[in-house]
């Protein structure tokens, strides 16, 4: 299983950017989805996450700003990020909890991060 991110890249302040994720591979289903990001010398923290079923969840920092979907049918998590600030900066990385083909078993995956920065 692969998840592949893109959509990061360098925006001013107040700017806007959309996040992608899709996954691959043997994949029987997929349960949680969500975004987690991490800048230089802090530890990672969860932005968004949401539920085979539609619920999410959101960081207090980006609630009202950021926005997560998801495409069960495509395998894909989306990041809507609106009204950016440099605070956002970080390497944003996707996670999906994944129930693999071959052993029925969830598996927590990871993307390979996609680099978002925020410009005053």
């Known amino acids: 299983v692969q998840l592949q991110a893109s959509g990061g890249g360098l925006v001013q302040s107040g700017g806007s950017l959309r996040l992608s994720c899709a996954a691959s591979?043997?994949?029987?289903?997929?349960?949680?989805m969500g975004w987690y990001r991490q800048a230089p010398g802090k530890q990672r923290e969860l932005v968004a996450a949401i539920t085979s079923g539609g619920s999410t969840n959101y960081a207090d920092s980006v609630k009202g700003r950021f926005t997560i979907s998801r495409d069960n049918a495509e395998n894909t998590v989306l990041l809507q990020m609106n009204s950016l600030k440099p605070e956002d900066t970080a390497v944003y990385i996707c996670?999906?909890?994944?129930?693999?083909?071959?052993?029925?078993?969830?598996?927590?995956?990871w993307g390979q991060g996609t680099q978002v920065t925020v410009s005053s």
């Open positions: 996670n999906a909890r994944v129930r693999e083909v071959l052993t029925q078993r969830y598996f927590q995956h």
């Open positions: 591979g043997r994949i029987y289903s997929i349960n949680d």
